[in-house]
Nanobody, 119 residues
Framework: QVQLVESGGALVQPGGSLRLSCVVS????????MGWYRQTPGKERELVAR???????ILLDSVKGRFTISRDNAENTVYLQMNSLKAEDTAVYYC?????????????WGQGTQVTVSS
């Protein structure tokens, strides 16, 4: 059974930075597209960034130039570097494998990590 453990969320001021990590256990994630999703109360979970096995990344327009997604296949870990954070980035962030055509998550969700951007 796949387990996803996200970490790195915190309270940060606008303009600040955070680095989120997601460790995948129970299955090697080499070969899967991996992504970071986020969700705020009352809204659907949205895909923020995805990265292919070769490292090709696709980002939501609103985070381009500010967020970077990366992966370490040897460590089964995917990262999200978030810079120039804005209040609208406040959300619970989750990682998951991403369906190649649908962008839908492939595995059960982890607990997520809370990011709060506020002064």
């Amino acid at each position: 059974q796949v387990q996803l453990v996200e970490s790195g969320g915190a309270l940060v001021q606008p303009g600040g930075s955070l680095r989120l990590s997601c460790v995948v256990s129970g299955r090697p994630f080499r070969g899967y597209n991996m992504g970071w999703y986020r969700q705020t109360p009352g809204k659907e979970r949205e895909l923020v960034a995805r990265i292919g096995n070769s490292g090709t990344a696709i980002l939501l327009d609103s985070v381009k130039g500010r967020f970077t997604i990366s992966r370490d296949n040897a460590e089964n870990t995917v990262y999200l570097q978030m810079n120039s954070l804005k209040a609208e980035d406040t959300a619970v962030y989750y990682c998951n494998a991403v369906g190649p055509l649908t962008n839908k998550p492939l595995w059960s969700w982890g607990q997520g990590t809370q990011v709060t951007v506020s002064s």
